[in-house]
């Protein structure tokens, strides 16, 4: 079975500042996909990044980016620019590429704190 | 732009009582999923439906844990005979039907057991 591992329970930074977020997994599939998603207290859950493994290229999003090492199934997050909306629990999440495997499998958060 | 809602946002219910949560999609997305989520820790998958048919049932669904999705709009989740250890959030996301694609998901349902 999958598993995701976030060994980072809780982490802050500096407003403007740029913080990295680590994540572990473990896998036997050579295929599948990773995400990052934001959950902004008493708020909804967003995705905050993307990255399919079969594409070399990192993923950016704007402030957001990506560290994807595939042989050492590391997925870190990188924010740069640091904004106090930053502000929130982020999970690393796993998931099948297959048609029929839609779960997806996180980690256990980690919560990141932007000091003004 | 409607997300996905869920209703209600906060249940509390006495042990033994029966709770029913519901969940309406983004209006073009086929695909359904609920999750359980603990205090601190990240949410876990329970269930998936593809339009009405449940495809993947996780074995956290026990006996006492039943999801619909009738006619593959809005979906429902049952607990019957509620334990204190059902309290925890339970949440709805929705997807369209390419692969790959972000589960978009809802705000939440709170399950208080007292």
């Known amino acids: 079975a999958q598993t995701v591992t976030q060994s980072q329970p809780e982490m802050s930074v500096q407003e403007a500042e740029t913080v990295t977020l680590s994540c572990t997994y473990d896998t036997s599939e050579s295929d599948y996909y990773l995400f990052w998603y934001k959950q902004p207290p008493s708020r909804q859950m967003i995705l905050v990044i993307r990255q399919e493994a079969y594409k070399q290229q990192n993923a950016t999003e704007n402030r957001f980016s990506v560290n994807f090492q595939k042989a050492a199934k590391s997925f870190s997050l990188k924010i740069s620019d640091s904004q106090l909306g930053d502000a929130a629990m982020y999970f690393c999440?796993?998931?099948?590429?297959?048609?029929?495997?839609?779960?997806?499998?996180f980690g256990q958060g980690t919560r990141l704190t932007i000091n003004p | 732009d409607t997300g996905v809602s869920q209703d209600p946002r906060h249940k509390i219910t006495k042990r033994g009582q029966n709770v029913t949560f519901r969940c309406d999609p983004i209006s073009e997305h086929n695909r359904l999923y609920w999750y359980r989520q603990t205090l601190g820790q990240g949410p876990e998958f329970l269930t998936y439906?593809?339009?009405?048919?449940?495809?993947?049932k996780s074995r956290l669904l026990s006996d006492r844990f039943s999801a619909e999705r009738p006619k593959g709009s809005f979906s429902t989740l049952e607990i019957q005979r509620t334990e204190q250890g059902d309290s925890a959030m339970y949440l709805c996301?929705?997807?369209?039907?390419?692969?790959?694609?972000?589960?978009?998901f809802g705000p939440g349902t709170r399950l208080t057991v007292t």
């Open positions: 996301a929705s997807s369209p039907r390419e692969g790959g694609s972000e589960q978009y």
């Open positions: 439906f593809q339009n009405e048919a449940q495809l993947e």
């Open positions: 999440a796993y998931r099948r590429p297959f048609q029929g495997a839609q779960k997806l499998v």
